[in-house]
C-alpha cells in the first residue's frame, strides 16, 4: 500500500511538472499580466504588471497623497480676453508647498525636480512648463486657449483629485477663427515623459496623463498606450512605470477611448510625443 501511495504522488509530480513546461514554451511576446509582491524599491507595482515585446509596464500608487492640496488660477479669469503675448498667470495655492523635495524615495527612483514641487502649465495641450512659484508671465498667441494647470509632486506625477488641477479657456485678441471646446466633457491631457531621460533616470520611465470628467475601470473609460508601436491598454487613472525602453528615440500615443476601444470625441484625446532616453 505504501508503494502505491508513493506510485500515485510520483505521477502527480511528473504532472504538474509537465504542465510548467508546456506553460513555459506557450509563452511569447503577446501581452501578459502577472501579480508581483511588493519588494521592489521605488515605485512599487499596484496590480498587474503588463509584458509585451520586451516592455514592462505597471501602475503605481505608493506615493505620498495630499488631499487637502488646492490650486486655482485667478489671473486670467475664466473665459477672459487677454492682450497677445506676455500674459500673467497669477495662483491661489492651499496645503502645498512649491519647492519642496516630495519626501518618498520615489524621488530616488524617478527624474526628479531638483527645485521641488511645482506647478504644470499646460496650454493647448502642448509640453507643459514647470513652475515654482505661483505668480509668472508666458507668451499666448492670438487665439482661445485651452489652460490646464495641476499640482506636481518633485518627480513629476500630477496630483488627482478634485481641487488639485484648474480648467479654463482664455481668449487672446480678437481671433477670426474661434476654437469650440466643452469644459464639461471627457478629456486627457499628456503630462510625462517628456525630454532627454540620462544614466540611471533611463532605466524606469514614468508615464503620467491627466483626465478631466471621467475616469478609467475595466468595463468603462481607458486609456490606450502605444509605446514605440506596442500597445497596452490602462483601465485606471494612476501613474504608470515602464521599463525595458531601448536607448535613443522613443514614441507614446495616448488616446482616450470607450469600452469598445472607440475614441472619445475632444481636441486633444489623442496625442503623439517622442523622448529620449541616454546611457551617459
Known amino acids: 500500500m505504501?508503494?502505491?501511495?508513493?506510485?500515485?504522488?510520483?505521477?502527480?509530480?511528473?504532472?504538474?511538472s509537465a504542465c510548467d513546461t508546456a506553460r513555459q514554451t506557450q509563452e511569447t511576446d503577446t501581452q501578459t499580466t502577472?501579480?508581483?509582491?511588493?519588494?521592489?524599491?521605488?515605485?512599487?507595482?499596484?496590480?498587474?504588471?503588463?509584458?509585451?515585446d520586451g516592455l514592462r509596464v505597471y501602475a503605481f500608487d505608493n506615493s505620498p497623497s495630499n488631499p487637502e492640496a488646492q490650486l486655482r488660477?485667478?489671473?486670467?479669469?475664466?473665459?477672459?480676453?487677454?492682450e497677445p503675448g506676455s500674459v500673467e498667470f497669477v495662483y491661489e495655492l492651499t496645503n502645498f508647498q512649491l519647492t519642496r523635495q516630495t519626501p518618498h524615495s520615489n524621488a530616488q527612483?524617478?527624474?526628479?525636480?531638483?527645485?521641488?514641487?511645482?506647478?504644470?502649465?499646460?496650454?493647448?495641450?502642448?509640453?507643459?512648463?514647470?513652475?515654482?512659484?505661483?505668480q509668472f508671465t508666458k507668451d499666448l498667441a492670438e487665439g482661445d486657449h485651452v489652460i490646464l494647470s495641476f499640482l506636481s509632486r518633485s518627480y513629476h506625477e500630477s496630483i488627482k483629485h478634485p481641487g488639485a488641477y484648474d480648467l479654463r479657456m482664455v481668449t487672446a485678441g480678437?481671433?477670426?477663427?474661434?476654437?469650440?471646446?466643452d469644459v464639461k466633457a471627457p478629456h486627457m491631457f499628456y503630462s510625462r515623459p517628456k525630454g532627454t531621460y540620462t544614466g540611471?533616470?533611463?532605466?524606469?520611465?514614468?508615464?503620467?496623463?491627466y483626465l478631466v470628467n471621467t475616469d478609467l475601470s475595466t468595463t468603462g473609460n481607458k486609456v490606450r498606450a502605444t509605446i514605440n508601436g506596442t500597445e497596452f491598454m490602462l483601465d485606471r487613472w494612476l501613474p504608470y512605470i515602464i521599463e525595458g525602453l531601448?536607448?535613443?528615440e522613443n514614441t507614446i500615443k495616448l488616446e482616450l477611448v470607450d469600452n469598445n476601444g472607440n475614441q472619445l470625441p475632444g481636441p486633444f484625446n489623442s496625442v503623439t510625443r517622442t523622448f529620449t532616453l541616454s546611457a551617459s
Open 2 to 16: 505504501k508503494k502505491t501511495y508513493l506510485s500515485l504522488a510520483a505521477v502527480a509530480l511528473l504532472g504538474l
Open 34 to 52: 502577472t501579480s508581483v509582491a511588493a519588494t521592489t524599491t521605488g515605485p512599487t507595482p499596484s496590480g498587474a504588471i503588463m509584458s509585451k
Open 73 to 82: 488660477l485667478t489671473v486670467p479669469p475664466a473665459g477672459g480676453v487677454v
Open 109 to 134: 527612483h524617478l527624474a526628479n525636480s531638483h527645485e521641488g514641487q511645482h506647478i504644470h502649465n499646460i496650454i493647448d495641450n502642448e509640453p507643459y512648463t514647470a513652475h515654482y512659484e505661483t
Open 174 to 181: 480678437r481671433p477670426t477663427e474661434r476654437m469650440e471646446f
Open 200 to 209: 540611471a533616470e533611463a532605466e524606469r520611465i514614468m508615464l503620467d496623463f
Open 246 to 248: 531601448p536607448m535613443g
